[in-house]
């Protein structure tokens, strides 16, 4: 699919109804996604989905819109490569063109004890049914032409893990996509809706306060993000969230010749070209939570510093825009999906800096837990109840953001 | 940039500083303390959206721990002090 064949989106912004079977705040990614898989394949379009803002301005906006599945564990590893092959499969399913397009990550080792990891992230993604392999040095120059495997003498490149399907897409595309997917079945979307509270009959959650009046509803599910603390606060929920920034920012336009998305396990960061040429960049979140979206010259400069170490092409560009979005950091670095200990209150949180690749796959088993009540097998590992059973997913290290 | 005032040294770029999390007293009854409550304490945060108590230390200078009030929405610094154990702290 391309741009010439494409129609212009349709959509449509009904009154609020007082009453839904399904809410659903926050309309981002996560959010519409829900929606969309609600709609598609449960028949279920008494739906609204509520953001305070405009949709998908947000993290899902904000992103480096990388989608991957080289993950470290097997529960991780199958549901993040689910959700790469709804990705792969989302244009021809909404008629939408996402501008999807296959690259491949390539993931830097320096040292012996990171090639040891790469090779073990490698075997167990092959397990799990993700295509990673294990580059030498040689290999890795034929992928990326671009790459100092000296590391500026520093850091040198003595091999690195390859996730052949990794790809990128734009991410206002994807929001849009499964905004008019939803939206085309009956699903409402309400812009400019900010929710203020919760309405509660005991333990249950039975609807919204919102700016614009009470919404009851059936279910409510959070697919909030950086605020997801204060919502379930409302509902008498404690999470184990700590919202922290991260930034990211792109150069000028390079030729557009740059295929593979780049990162590096010492050197934090990670860098692929966008479809307009920019080379965008993003590293590791900001060390103390913040809900503040300033950006700062701090994490330009080590962050650019970093990625010319590597990649010494970047010295010749400069920077065009910075941003920054706030993420919700859960402690071991894996999302929390599913039922709360609050009656109809499901969520779908903790996407910290790993969340747009997810945005299928979450939003499609969110989807089918709200339809049937049932957790999917594919993301019970994810339970908020982990934490509380001090059974916590042994993956920080596959984020490669901190 | 977020401006620090460490009690010994004055006024620092945070960069100077390392994070220690917000201020979370540890349950003071250990023996009576349920599973549900270490649980709570360890990994539940209330990840203040307004001002928030939390803990700094001044890595690259005299090495102090102290408290900050600061605005996470602002990142403006309100007040840093030295850690005093209150009464009403003690078996809280």
């Not at chain 1, 690259?103 to 993604?125: D, F, P, T, V």
Request: aromatic residues 10%.
């Amino acid at each position: 699919m391309n741009e010439f064949q494409e129609k212009l989106v349709h959509f449509t912004w009904p009154e609020p109804k007082k009453s839904y079977d399904v809410v659903i705040v926050g309309g981002g990614g996560h959010g519409l996604a829900a929606a969309y898989y609600l709609a598609t394949r449960h028949g279920i379009t008494n739906v609204a989905v509520l953001e305070r803002n405009y949709i998908g301005g947000g993290n899902s906006g904000r992103n480096t819109t990388i989608i991957r599945a080289n993950y470290g564990i097997p529960e991780a590893v199958r549901f993040y490569q689910h959700s790469l092959e709804l990705y792969q499969t989302l244009e021809a399913e909404t008629g939408r063109w996402i501008m999807h397009q296959e690259k491949g990550i390539l993931w830097m080792a320096h040292s012996e004890i990171g090639m040891q990891q790469q090779k073990a992230r490698a075997a167990i993604n092959r397990a799990f049914g993700a295509k990673t392999e294990f580059l030498t040095p040689e290999e890795i120059l034929k992928v990326c032409p671009e790459i100092d495997l000296t590391g500026g003498g520093v850091w040198p490149v003595v091999g690195g893990s390859y996730n052949t399907e990794a790809a990128t897409a734009r991410h206002d595309r994807v929001n849009w996509a499964l905004a008019e997917g939803a939206m085309m079945r009956g699903v409402h979307v309400h812009q400019k809706t900010a929710v203020t509270g919760l309405l509660m009959e005991g333990n249950r959650v039975t609807g919204v306060q919102t700016d614009k009046g009470p919404i009851s509803a059936g279910i409510v599910m959070s697919a909030v993000g950086g605020h997801v603390t204060s919502l379930a606060a409302m509902a008498g929920l404690r999470l184990p969230i700590r919202t922290h920034p991260l930034q990211a920012f792109v150069t000028n336009h390079y030729a557009r010749t740059f295929h593979p998305i780049v990162a590096s396990t010492n050197l934090l960061f990670y860098v692929s070209q966008t479809a307009r040429g920019e080379m965008l960049m993003g590293a590791e979140i900001d060390p103390q939570p913040s809900y503040n979206y300033r950006s700062d010259h701090h994490f330009l400069q080590s962050c650019a510093f970093r990625a010319t170490t590597l990649l010494p092409f970047l010295r010749d560009l400069r920077v065009l825009r910075q941003w920054t979005g706030v993420c919700d950091m859960s402690p071991d670095y894996s999302p929390i999906m599913g039922k709360t200990s609050v009656d109809g209150f499901y969520i779908t949180t903790g996407w910290g800096t790993w969340g747009f690749k997810a945005i299928p796959a979450s939003g499609e088993q969110m989807a089918q837990l709200i339809a049937t009540g049932e957790t999917p097998e594919m993301i019970a590992p994810f339970a908020l109840s982990r934490f509380a059973e001090d059974r916590l997913m042994a993956d920080r290290g596959s984020a490669g953001t901190h | 940039m977020i401006l620090l005032n460490c009690p010994n040294c004055g006024q620092r770029n945070s960069l100077e500083f390392r994070y220690g999390g917000e201020y979370n007293p540890r349950p003071a009854k250990p023996l009576e303390t349920s599973d549900a409550q270490w649980a709570d304490y360890i990994y539940m945060r209330t990840n203040k959206s307004g001002v928030q108590k939390e803990w700094w230390y001044h890595r690259a200078g005299c090495g102090l721990w102290f408290l900050a009030e600061r605005d996470t929405r602002s990142n403006e610094v309100m007040q840093t002090y030295l850690w005093e154990p209150a009464a009403k702290e003690v078996g809280d």
